[in-house]
């Protein structure tokens, strides 16, 4: 059984940066470790993704050039900067494995979720 535990959320203004952090109990069975967010009344949207053994990464077009997503050990490290009011959701540490030999960002792909921690960037 897989467990995720994230940390790192808070609120901050528009600019700022947070880090989150995912504690990943095995690396049995999966591959691709994903952080996903979820906006108020919007579905779950891939953010970022890495491939535990290839290394292969993926950023949704709406976060290039501004978060980072890295995997020391067994914590996967989502960075966030420059951060936009429209950033503000609740952010998930998601894992999988491979989909057609790649990390999927279609939720449904993923078995194992944390709990979410909250990001909230006012103006």
């Known amino acids: 059984q897989v467990q995720l535990v994230e940390s790192g959320g808070g609120s901050v203004q528009s600019g700022g940066s947070l880090r989150l952090s995912c504690d990943v109990s095995?690396?049995?069975?999966?591959?691709?470790l994903t952080w996903f967010r979820q906006a108020p009344g919007k579905g779950r949207e891939g953010v970022a993704s890495?491939?535990?053994?290839?290394?292969t990464i993926r950023y949704a077009d709406f976060v290039k050039g501004r978060f980072t997503i890295s995997l020391a050990k067994n914590t996967v490290i989502l960075q966030m900067n420059s951060l936009k009011p429209e950033d503000t959701a609740v952010y998930y540490c998601?894992?999988?494995?491979?989909?057609?030999?790649?990390?999927?960002?279609?939720?449904?792909?993923?078995?194992?979720w944390g709990q979410g921690t909250q990001v909230t960037v006012s103006s």
């Open positions: 095995t690396f049995a069975y999966i591959n691709c």
């Open positions: 998601a894992a999988g494995p491979r989909s057609y030999g790649t990390c999927s960002v279609a939720a449904s792909d993923y078995h194992y």
């Open positions: 890495i491939d535990d053994t290839y290394g």
